[in-house]
């Protein structure tokens, strides 16, 4: 929900791993002047630990602190949405590092939805799919192709906060996914590269490892 309650607002997103530790944090929130940041309570003494030592002035905001408003309080989408230039900046995401120190990336408002498009295009992907949310949403195939995608779409989707293959191979059985979602898991279970294995036989496998699900 904050995602896109800062995307409505024309703030900038920065998708931050739950396991970085104090220096990666200290980098990457001195390096997009980060002004609030969204957490839980379980990341309470890391945050201080890292805002003692940030550069600029940043607040946080504990997710478990949300309150429900009283229904005079609510203020619709409609009313809090700003006129967005669609090559302004929506997110930044950070390259591996495996150069160097990971790079800021820059992506529009332009940039995510003609991806966006074009994945929902190019898999054929409507509301009447499922989504099964394996990867992480701090990282690009989580975000974009899960949550995001999952959004364009109007389709639902499963976040699987702790992978197990079985129970994720059971969910299969219960609530049936389509060719892509499995594939995509298929290929983040095996830890086998996208390149280097061709498409055909990656749904080959997720068709198989469907039907053993079910057996």
């Given at each position: 929900?904050?995602?896109?309650?800062?995307?409505?607002?024309?703030?900038?997103?920065?998708?931050?791993?739950?396991?970085?530790?104090?220096?990666?944090?200290?980098?990457?929130?001195?390096?997009?002047?980060?002004?609030?940041?969204?957490?839980?309570?379980?990341?309470?003494?890391?945050?201080?630990?890292?805002?003692?030592?940030?550069?600029?002035?940043?607040?946080?905001?504990?997710?478990?602190?949300?309150?429900?408003?009283?229904?005079?309080?609510?203020?619709?989408?409609?009313?809090?949405?700003?006129?967005?230039?669609?090559?302004?900046?929506?997110?930044?995401?950070?390259?591996?590092?495996?150069?160097?120190?990971?790079?800021?990336?820059?992506?529009?408002?332009?940039?995510?939805?003609?991806?966006?498009?074009?994945?929902?295009?190019?898999?054929?992907i409507t509301s009447?799919?499922?989504?099964?949310?394996?990867?992480?949403?701090?990282?690009?195939?989580?975000?974009?192709?899960?949550?995001?995608?999952?959004?364009?779409?109007?389709?639902?989707?499963?976040?699987?906060?702790?992978?197990?293959?079985?129970?994720?191979?059971?969910?299969?059985?219960?609530?049936?996914?389509?060719?892509?979602?499995?594939?995509?898991?298929?290929?983040?279970?095996?830890?086998?590269?996208?390149?280097?294995?061709?498409?055909?036989?990656?749904?080959?496998?997720?068709?198989?490892e469907a039907r053993?699900?079910?057996?």
């Amino acid at each position: 929900m904050s995602y896109f309650a800062s995307v409505t607002l024309g703030a900038i997103v920065v998708p931050l791993n739950d396991h970085y530790q104090q220096t990666e944090l200290l980098y990457f929130l001195d390096e997009c002047g980060v002004s609030l940041l969204v957490t839980s309570h379980e990341f309470a003494p890391l945050c201080q630990q890292v805002l003692s030592l940030q550069k600029g002035e940043c607040k946080v905001f504990f997710v478990e602190d949300q309150t429900g408003a009283a229904e005079s309080e609510l203020i619709s989408l409609g009313d809090l949405a700003m006129k967005i230039d669609s090559t302004a900046p929506v997110m930044y995401q950070f390259s591996s590092g495996s150069t160097g120190r990971p790079k800021r990336i820059a992506r529009t408002h332009a940039n995510l939805l003609f991806e966006l498009d074009s994945l929902l295009q190019t898999l054929q992907i409507t509301s009447e799919d499922r989504f099964l949310g394996v990867a992480p949403f701090s990282h690009v195939n989580g975000l974009m192709r899960s949550m995001l995608a999952s959004v364009r779409a109007g389709a639902p989707i499963m976040n699987i906060t702790h992978c197990s293959k079985k129970r994720e191979l059971q969910s299969t059985k219960q609530q049936p996914y389509s060719e892509h979602e499995l594939f995509a898991y298929w290929e983040i279970r095996s830890g086998d590269s996208w390149l280097t294995i061709p498409k055909a036989v990656l749904v080959t496998a997720c068709r198989t490892e469907a039907r053993g699900a079910s057996s």
